[in-house]
């Protein structure tokens, strides 16, 4: 029984910030790994960002150097910061939640996701 909710998404500029919010319930949420996925119409989901229980980060080459996951164990929370945000990144973002190996492969648990749209 995991329950996971994202929030922080909306309407920004291009070059604008978010910072995206995943909060997961369940006492081994300090194990776990977490990770963000995105969809775009059209397009295919896309991992953009993971974070394991030790701290280890990756992202994808499309976000990395823009993006920044982190994890906050006490909050049962994860973040995902993007800045310099591109039309490009416009997509529903979803966080996955549980082992490594799960999140790699978006076995784990969904969230419902919070809409990202960068348009002028």
């Known amino acids: 029984q995991v329950q996971i909710v994202e929030s922080g998404g909306g309407l920004v500029q291009p070059g604008g910030s978010l910072r995206l919010s995943c909060a997961a319930s369940g006492s081994n949420f300090s194990i776990y790994a977490m990770g963000w996925y995105r969809q775009a119409p059209g397009k295919q989901r896309e991992l953009v960002a993971r974070?394991?229980?030790?701290?280890?980060?990756n992202y994808a080459d499309s976000v990395k150097g823009r993006f920044t996951i982190s994890r906050d164990n006490a909050k049962n929370t994860v973040y995902l910061q993007m800045n310099s945000l591109k039309p490009e990144d416009t997509a529903v973002y979803y966080c996955n939640v549980g082992y490594l190996a799960a999140v790699l492969t978006g076995r784990g648990y969904w969230g419902q996701g919070t809409q990202v749209t960068v348009s002028s």
């Open positions: 974070i394991t229980s030790g701290g280890s980060t």
